[in-house]
């Protein structure tokens, strides 16, 4: 490196601190030698067009600003960073600038800031923002923006200091002494996103999928964004005291048998036992629905008694094709719905254990010689309730349920599945994940 470049410029002696962002780099670069706008812009990206909004949150550097400077940027954790938010589901980064005032006004910003799950400055405690804390307006988006460059830790739209206060040199130097305590805070973290990459690889085709949602033409009964999040907090647990988009309770099943291979279809009569006179679905649905009588009614008695109540609304509800969403329990109308849907409610009048499914329910699970074990359909049917119950909490806010909109679903659309790729052919691995359903029994898993 030429020492006459480098003594030509203030700062260069002041290389990136730990976990610090490309942007924190640039702006306190161009703040110490003067620099703004479009001379920043060139000194340290080259001729790169700025835009108005950022269509990546990844800032290029110019090949003459870094061997003037010699740093090494992007660092580690934001390169894997943008990686992780790139390859694996869910929204992980944010769009707006977040910074901590307190970090601001030293000039560092971390490449943390802008992960969702970090809520809060690990040095200082102070909640992270978005808001320029001069006059409220919201920052712009991250990356190298026009709403960023032009004016480095500034705010366009009143010109005073995001941060509420100008930087300072002094301040930076004494934020220097505390390299060990951002390691030490931001490591865990960069730790915990490699593995995160590899548990949460199953989920990926269900994000671009969009297969856990209900249709377009009814009510979403999740945020898909705030599900696969919490996901990954429960398989993974982020290590933050502050933990951001992490409010939603999700429960996961899954499962890892080993099936059998021989006798791969089970006849239907003969002196064979129930399990192998019965198809494998209509066998666990039998037994879900048993459980859920229990759960919702109690007793036989109490069974009997009402879903014949159940079906007199049903039927009303059929020929008004809409239903009352207060009118029931959230968890009856769930129930109603799901068997509706599998196996006609409103006609419904031999014994449970005459039930038939009308039709092989299809799950895009990888399937053992076309079977799957007794526990995936299980949780399948399982999710299928819970897609019904918070369509019908959803739909509460309009008072009445139209039947066309919930009854005719079909069923891969209210659930959440993921598929778990396996060696040995003979081992089935998936699961499925839905917002909980409080006190909904789950029972074998």
């Not at 809520?119 to 709403?147: E, F, K, V």
């Not at 690889?201 to 599900?227: G, H």
Request: charged share 20%; net charge positive; hydrophobic share 40%.
């Amino acid at each position: 490196m030429n020492n006459q470049l480098v003594t030509g410029w203030n700062g260069v002696q002041h290389e990136p601190l730990p976990h610090e962002s490309v942007l924190s780099a640039l702006w306190r670069f161009g703040w110490q030698n003067g620099l703004r706008g479009a001379s920043l812009l060139r000194m340290c990206c080259g001729r790169q067009r700025l835009g108005n909004r950022g269509t990546s949150q990844a800032i290029d550097l110019s090949v003459d600003f870094t061997i003037l400077t010699s740093w090494d940027l992007p660092c580690l954790a934001e390169a894997e960073c943008l990686r992780f938010a790139a390859r694996t589901a869910g929204p992980w980064m944010c769009k707006k600038l977040r910074f901590c005032p307190i970090c601001l006004e030293a000039g560092y910003h971390s490449i943390w800031y802008q992960f969702v799950l970090q809520d809060a400055c690990p040095l200082h405690g102070c909640l992270l923002t978005q808001c320029c804390q001069s006059c409220g307006c919201t920052t712009g988006d991250y990356g190298m923006t026009t709403q960023l460059t032009l004016k480095p830790y500034r705010c366009l739209a009143c010109e005073a200091s995001l941060s509420g206060a100008d930087p300072r040199l002094s301040a930076h130097l004494d934020f220097r002494l505390h390299k060990a305590e951002l390691k030490r805070a931001f490591d865990p973290r960069l730790q915990w996103m490699r593995d995160a990459a590899y548990r949460l690889a199953p989920l990926q085709y269900i994000v671009k999928r969009k297969s856990f949602m209900v249709a377009d033409t009814t009510i979403q009964w999740c945020n898909p964004e705030v599900l696969v999040r919490a996901v990954a907090l429960k398989l993974l647990p982020f290590p933050c005291d502050n933990v951001g988009g992490s409010n939603a309770a999700v429960t996961i099943l899954s499962w890892n048998v080993q099936m059998r291979t021989e006798d791969a279809a089970p006849g239907l009569t003969g002196n064979r036992p129930w399990r192998r006179r019965v198809r494998t679905p209509t066998a666990v649905y039998r037994a879900t629905i048993r459980s859920f009588q229990r759960w919702l009614f109690g007793g036989p008695a109490a069974v009997l008694k009402r879903e014949a109540e159940l079906r007199a609304i049903w039927r009303q509800a059929e020929d008004d094709n809409g239903i009352d969403a207060m009118a029931l329990p959230a968890q009856e109308l769930a129930y109603v719905f799901m068997m509706n849907s599998l196996t006609s409610f409103s006609s419904l009048g031999q014994a449970l254990g005459d039930l038939e499914l009308m039709d092989e329910p299809i799950i895009g699970l990888r399937t053992c010689e076309g079977r799957l074990p007794r526990i995936a359909y299980r949780a399948i049917y399982l999710a299928v309730f819970a897609g019904y119950y918070w369509a019908i909490r959803r739909a509460r806010r309009y008072g009445r349920v139209r039947l066309q909109n919930l009854a005719s679903l079909p069923m891969n659309h209210l659930v959440a599945v993921f598929d778990l790729p396996q060696e040995i052919t003979s081992l089935s691995s998936g699961g499925v994940f839905f917002p909980t359903v409080p006190g909904m029994p789950i029972r074998p898993f």
